[in-house]
Structure formats: C-alpha cells, structure tokens
C-alpha cells in the first residue's frame, strides 16, 4: 500500500507521539497503578488504667519518615519508598492520634494531667528472606505538673502476617500498641507520687 505524502506528515507526528507516550510510561494502552493508603489502627485490646488524663503534645520524626511515602527496608544499609503505597496522613499526625485515641480509653481519673511526646526514629517495612516485619523505634517523654516523670527510647518488631504493605501497618500498629502498654504500665507507678496542681504545657489533643 502506497501512502500518500500528505498522510505520511500526519502519520509521522502521531507515530512518534505514540512512541514518546509509550517510552514515559504512558501508553494509552495500558492503565496507571492505583495508589493505597494505609493508616494505624491499634487492636483494642485493655490498656492499663491511668488515675489522670494524658494530654497529647507534638511528635517529631527523624527525616527519612517524616513522608507520608512507605518506607521499606531491604539490607541494614538501603532505605527505599513506595510510589504506589503512602500513608493516609503525615505519620507524625498518625502515631500522635493513636496515642491520643490510646490514652482516652485508659484514663478512668482526673487528677494532675500526664504530658506526652515523642520522635519517631523509625516506621518501616523490613523485607527479610524469611518473613517481612514492620520496625517501630519511638522516644517517649512524659511530664507531669513540670517534672520528668518517664524519658525512655522504645523500639519493636513485629512479623506481618503476609508479605505487603496493609500487613505491615497491621504489624506496626500493634508493635505501636505494645510500646503504649509499656508506657501506660510505668505511668501507672509513677501515679501514687504524682505531684499536685499544675497545668498541662503540651499541645493538647489533635
């Protein structure tokens, strides 16, 4: 078949914008990945009971997940993101809601408020040849009536129950919940020597 002149010029530019679209990943014959969003939902299990509220104040995160992209881990060496996989929100706002959320089913009193922060030094998948597992490391200071009253650096590992993304934010809420526990357990011996007045100086509830 002979193809005229004037059809090859309209041919060519669209045969070559065909080719451009494809080699950019944007072929018009294939569709986009969908991407997910996943958030932090500790299991509701009884936390220990607090004799006073626990006003919620800032979180922090060291810089490589302060992103709302997936962090996953391959070798001690190699941190990577997600393109398709993000978190619903800035972790930072995440982990300082489910501390929030935490707090108000434990306290069952209302004397001289706890005043909780923290930095999250590490939420992460790690991808290991015999199971993938969610890292949580988490800092953790608590005031009360302006003293000190707990200052500790926490960190858990939890396996995921398969290898992807959801299952590792089930696994990292419940490494999360278990680092509350421990919280809420210390908290709950400071009670008895807990100082009175005072006024809560963090952030207060999201």
């Not at 619903?88 to 408020?113: H, I, K």
């Not at 000190?148 to 995921?160: D, I, K, N």
């Not at 959801?166 to 509350?180: D, F, N, T």
Request: some cysteine; glycine content about 8%.
């Amino acid at each position: 078949m002979t193809i005229r002149p004037m059809a090859a010029a309209v041919l060519r530019p669209m045969a070559a914008a065909l080719l451009l679209a494809i080699i950019s990943g944007c072929s018009p014959f294939t569709s986009q990945q969908q991407i997910r969003y996943y958030t932090l939902a500790l299991p509701q299990a009884a936390a220990p009971a607090l004799d006073a509220p626990v006003v919620t104040g800032t979180f922090t995160a060291d810089e490589p997940y302060a992103t709302a992209r997936l962090a996953f881990r391959t070798s001690p060496y190699r941190l990577d993101y997600y393109t398709y996989h993000r978190w619903a929100g800035d972790p930072r706002n995440l982990v300082r809601a489910a501390v929030r959320d935490y707090f108000e089913r434990a306290t069952s009193g209302s004397s001289t408020p706890f005043e909780i922060e923290g930095n999250i030094r590490r939420i992460e998948e790690v991808d290991d040849p015999a199971g993938w597992h969610g890292d949580l490391a988490l800092d953790v200071k608590v005031a009360r009536g302006g003293s000190v009253v707990l200052e500790r650096a926490f960190r858990e590992s939890e396996p995921a129950e398969a290898r992807n993304p959801e299952a590792v934010a089930a696994a990292l809420s419940r490494a999360l919940k278990r680092v509350l526990d421990q919280v809420a357990g210390e908290l709950t011996h400071t009670g008895a020597s807990a100082p009175t007045g005072g006024s809560p100086k963090l952030g207060g509830s999201l």
